[in-house]
C-alpha cells in the first residue's frame, strides 16, 4: 500500500436511480467496492443517486471514474469506457438514462472554475430493463463483474 500522501485522491461515483432497474447500476457497483479493501486510504466511494449536483463531491478530487446506465444507442449491455475528452455535447455517449442536469455538464462547470479532476473516467452501459423495480436485470448483473474490472483498472491507472 502506498502512504496516504503519496496517493491521489480517488472518487468512484456511482449515479443513477434505485427505482429503475438497470439504471441502478452505478449504485449497485459503488456498493460492490465499497465492501473491498483496495488498499487505497485516499479512495472515496459516493452513491450519488440522481442528483444533479456533483461540484462539492468531486471538486477536490484528482482522479474520478464514473459509473452509470446510458441510452447510447447501442445494443442492450454494452459496456462504455472513455475520459471525459470522449464526451461532446452532441456525443450519444453524454446521454444518461435520468435526464436531469447532466454530469458532464457538472464536470464542465468545475473545469470553468479549474477544479475539475486531473483525470476522469466514464464508465456506462446501455440499460436491458428500465421499469420500476429494484433490482438489476440479470443479464445487466452478469456483466457488473466486468464492469468492476474496469473500474479497478481505472484506480490503478493513477498509480
Wanted: net charge negative; aromatic share 4%; proline share 4%.
Amino acid at each position: 500500500m502506498l502512504e496516504t500522501a503519496n496517493q491521489p485522491r480517488i472518487v468512484i461515483l456511482g449515479v443513477g436511480n434505485l427505482l429503475l432497474r438497470d439504471d441502478e447500476v452505478g449504485n449497485q457497483l459503488s456498493e460492490t467496492v465499497n465492501r473491498d479493501d483496495l488498499g487505497y486510504t485516499n479512495l472515496e466511494i459516493i452513491d450519488d443517486g440522481t442528483s444533479p449536483e456533483i461540484l462539492s463531491l468531486v471538486e477536490s478530487a484528482d482522479e474520478l471514474i464514473i459509473i452509470d446506465a446510458v441510452n447510447g444507442g447501442k445494443k442492450p449491455r454494452t459496456i462504455y469506457r472513455f475520459g471525459i475528452d470522449g464526451v461532446t455535447s452532441h456525443s450519444a455517449a453524454r446521454l444518461f438514462v435520468h435526464q436531469i442536469i447532466d454530469v458532464v455538464d457538472n464536470l464542465r462547470i468545475l473545469d470553468l472554475l479549474g477544479k475539475q479532476p486531473k483525470g476522469t473516467v466514464i464508465i456506462r452501459i446501455e440499460p436491458e430493463t428500465i421499469d420500476w423495480g429494484l433490482e438489476l436485470s440479470s443479464r445487466v448483473q452478469k456483466k457488473m463483474p466486468e464492469i468492476s474490472t474496469l473500474a479497478m483498472k481505472a484506480i490503478k491507472e493513477t498509480e
